[in-house]
């Protein structure tokens, strides 16, 4: 076979074992397009990547990993990194000696935190999960002393801990953080920073996110009766605009003063959670609502917060207020329980799911699928009507 050819990783699966005859340990393998980047195979048929270089007259290695640790993409970005760093008169050993030493605290802030303001929209969550959470514990931690056990351990100490309200973090919270601990050390490990995952073994938390509390049609319009007497206009106008339209309430926290055209009766949505921009119908309702709410010159946004050019964000506290006004149990009722009843309710209606998917920008049916089965009032009409056909 020849020994020398593009590397893919089905190719290299397929090499065969270094015979059980062979003077040498392993065979050797040599990739046409990163010059250096080899592949060993064992007699067991193990395969490892390794780079090959000369510094200074003298010639050395790396290794860069086993091959289903890593694959052949991975191997040629550490390779050619590598590469860059002979460019630069360094010695790629001394440069990677400095990597396994590093702190996790140094590659989040360094590498990974970079890395995500350009990939990842909520990039921010992340931030505030490393330092509220995070930083105190890994931060000084050299990343390749991380254990499967110490990520273990934090991830069921999170589910006794108490957050900033007196409460203990949700499971759904603990799963964040693990998700976030999990995709930094892929990254690592991609990097070189580490050789082994040490997060890949830890499950995360099993999730029942179907919420079965709504709000219905009565209570929604109790709470904006309340949304109508209330004082603040943008606050009320803010939870108004989410109980009338199904938005996400970043969607809503979002919305500019330029996005929102009266004449044609149309707000308009330049980002969403699926990446593609929407429009939003303006009804009569709802402009009587976002009519009231006072503009502020220095800020852009429609739902201004008190901060220069910052949107209004958290209305927990004046949402519960309401709610409580409009004696409606907010026992399990949140900001996004509003998205939940425009959508229950348009259901319970007869609004077809694929008008509600439309409403509330679902990428998928499967996700509007499921406030079919949330109300048992639509259950009995249908119940009642296939009586109905024998009678």
């Known amino acids: 076979m020849n020994k020398q050819f593009k590397f893919a990783d089905k190719q290299i ?8 005859n062979s003077k040498s340990t392993e065979s050797e393998y040599s990739d046409t397009q990163i010059t250096g980047l080899k592949c060993l195979v064992g007699k067991s048929g193990n395969k490892r990547f390794l780079f090959r270089y000369t510094y200074q007259g003298k010639k050395q290695s790396m290794a860069l990993g086993k091959f289903g640790d890593i694959n052949v993409a991975t ?6 990194k590598h590469r860059l760093t002979l460019l630069e008169g360094k010695n790629p050993k001394s440069s990677n000696d400095k990597l396994l030493h ?7 802030k360094e590498h990974y935190l970079p890395m995500i303001k350009k990939r990842k929209k909520t990039w921010v969550d992340d931030l505030y999960r490393w330092d509220s959470i995070l930083h105190k514990r890994f931060a000084l931690l050299e990343y390749r002393d991380l254990t499967t056990i110490e990520v273990q351990k934090l991830h069921i100490e999170l589910t006794e801990t108490l957050n900033k309200y007196g409460k203990t973090y949700a499971p759904a919270t603990c799963n964040q953080v693990l998700m976030l601990l999990k995709s930094m050390t892929r990254y690592a490990k991609e990097l070189g920073v580490v050789e082994q995952d040490a997060c890949k073994p830890v499950k995360l938390y099993k999730l ?8 219905t049609k009565h209570e929604v319009k109790r709470l904006l009766a309340e949304c109508k007497r209330y004082s603040n206009k943008t606050i009320s106008g803010f939870i108004a605009t989410l109980a009338l339209t199904g938005l996400r309430r970043s969607e809503v926290s979002n919305i500019k003063v330029k996005d929102v055209d009266i004449k044609n009766r149309i707000i308009y949505i330049p980002t969403t959670k699926t990446g593609k921009p929407r429009t939003v ?3 009569d309702h709802l402009l009587s609502f976002i009519a009231v709410v006072p503009l502020k010159r220095s800020n852009p946004y429609l739902f201004a917060s ?4 910052k949107p209004l964000r958290c209305v927990r506290k004046t949402f519960k207020k309401l709610l409580r006004r409009a004696k409606i149990d907010d026992t399990d009722v949140c900001i996004h329980t509003l998205r939940h009843s425009v959508a229950s309710n348009l259901v319970s209606s007869g609004v077809s799911l694929r008008l509600v998917q439309e409403q509330l920008a679902h990428a998928s049916i499967v996700s509007t699928q499921r406030y079919a089965k949330l109300t048992s009032e639509s259950l009995k009409r249908t119940s ?3 009586s109905d056909l024998f009678q």
């Open 13 to 20: 699966a397929s090499l065969p074992s270094n015979p059980r």
């Open 384 to 386: 009642e009507h296939l």
């Open 306 to 309: 008190k901060v220069a050019g």
């Open 281 to 283: 119908h303006i009804t």
């Open 102 to 108: 590093m702190t996790m605290g140094e590659f989040f």
């Open 75 to 80: 191997a040629r970005k550490v390779a050619q």
């Open 208 to 215: 029942n996110n179907a919420r079965t509390r709504f709000l």
